[in-house]
C-alpha cells in the first residue's frame, strides 16, 4: 500500500465513526455538554441529535452508507450513520 492509499483508508475509517467522534467531544467537553443538555431541554433529544448528525455530514462533506453503527462509545447517542 502506498502512502496515498495509507491516507484512504485512514480517512474511510474515520469517517465511519465521525460521528461518534463529534458526540464524545460533546460529552467530554464540560461546556458543550451543558449546552447539550440545555438544548436537549429546549429542543428533544431527536431533534438536537439528528441536527448534530447533520451538521457532521454537511461539515465534511460526508456521503451516507447504507448502514448504521448500533453500538457507539458514546453515550448520548444510541445509533449513529456510517459516512462514506
Request: proline residues 1%; aromatic residues 4%; contains cysteine.
Amino acid at each position: 500500500m502506498d502512502a496515498k492509499e495509507i491516507a484512504g483508508a485512514a480517512i474511510t475509517k474515520l469517517n465511519e465513526r465521525i460521528t461518534n467522534e463529534v458526540f464524545m467531544t460533546i460529552q467530554n467537553d464540560r461546556e458543550l455538554m451543558h449546552d447539550y443538555l440545555r438544548a436537549v431541554d429546549e429542543q428533544g433529544l431527536d431533534t438536537v441529535n439528528q441536527t448534530i448528525g447533520k451538521a457532521v455530514k454537511a461539515a465534511y462533506g460526508l456521503i451516507n452508507l447504507n448502514k448504521r453503527e448500533n453500538n457507539p462509545s458514546c453515550t448520548l447517542i444510541q445509533s449513529h450513520q456510517i459516512f462514506e
